[in-house]
């Protein structure tokens, strides 16, 4: 039972270009969404995250959008950069218990931005 | 400099034997969380730990178990490795309290390859 959807498993995009991944959940017992970017021979490091009671994020040039009447959310990358292309993976947060220590991923997506 | 460390990058093991995977943290955090990551499916979580001595299964435990004796160091053990354990192994720790991003920190992996 997945969770977390992730979409697509792979983007290519030029240099410039304004890659956006998608993700959808079905637990409305989630409250916190971050995105992590891994590098190659890397572990995987927070990016952004919002919480569900605002509608866009942004931080430079990445941009979270949420959309909680659709359970969904979307990491937006302007401008983007050879030095962006990476493996993102969307995650998901519960709100109590013993789910709320633990991160729900969706399957990542490979980026990849060819100058 | 936050911190996690992971004793190993690269472990090459015959089948059935024991394995140790170690993992510490030096930012006295009290969750940690051992992952593995395969193509296509993402990160998942095999056991999380939330205090010293606690465990708690995550959605793939089987095959493995965890020991938690310090706070800092938290042990991934393959009681009798199979080749369908050959993975990638992440570890993150992060803090307890559920008010704020409860950010994940992750080390750089350990590629496990059993023969």
Redesign the interface.
């Known amino acids: 039972q997945q969770q977390v959807k ?1 979409s697509p ?1 792979s983007l290519i995009v030029q240099k410039g270009g304004i890659p956006i991944i998608n993700c959808a959940y079905e637990n409305t017992a989630f409250d ?1 969404f ?1 995105w992590y970017q891994q590098f190659p ?6 990016l952004i ?1 919002i919480r569900p009671d605002v509608s866009e994020k942004k931080e430079g040039r990445f941009t979270i959008s949420f959309n909680k009447s659709a359970k969904q959310f979307s990491l937006h990358i302007m401008d983007s950069q050879p030095g962006d292309s990476a493996t993102y ?1 969307c995650a998901a ?1 519960g ?1 109590s218990g ?1 789910g ?4 729900t ?4 997506t490979k980026l990849s931005v060819i100058p | 400099d936050v911190k996690v460390t992971q004793s190993s990058r690269y472990l090459v093991k015959r089948t059935g034997e024991k394995v140790f995977l170690e993992c510490v943290q030096d930012m006295d955090h009290e969750n940690m969380f051992w992952y593995r990551q395969d193509p296509g499916l993402g990160l998942r979580l095999i056991y999380f730990s939330y205090d010293v001595k606690m465990k708690e299964k995550g959605d793939i435990p089987e095959g493995y178990s965890v020991s938690r004796e310090k706070k800092e160091r938290f042990s991934l053990i393959l009681e009798s490795a199979s080749t369908n354990q050959t993975s990638m192994y992440l570890c993150a720790s992060s803090i307890r309290g559920t008010g704020g991003s409860n950010e994940q920190f992750f080390g750089p992996g350990t590629r496990l390859t059993v023969l």
């Open positions: 992730q498993q916190y971050p021979g890397k572990g995987p490091a927070l995250a993976f947060r709100n013993a709320s220590y633990q991160l991923f969706g399957k990542g």
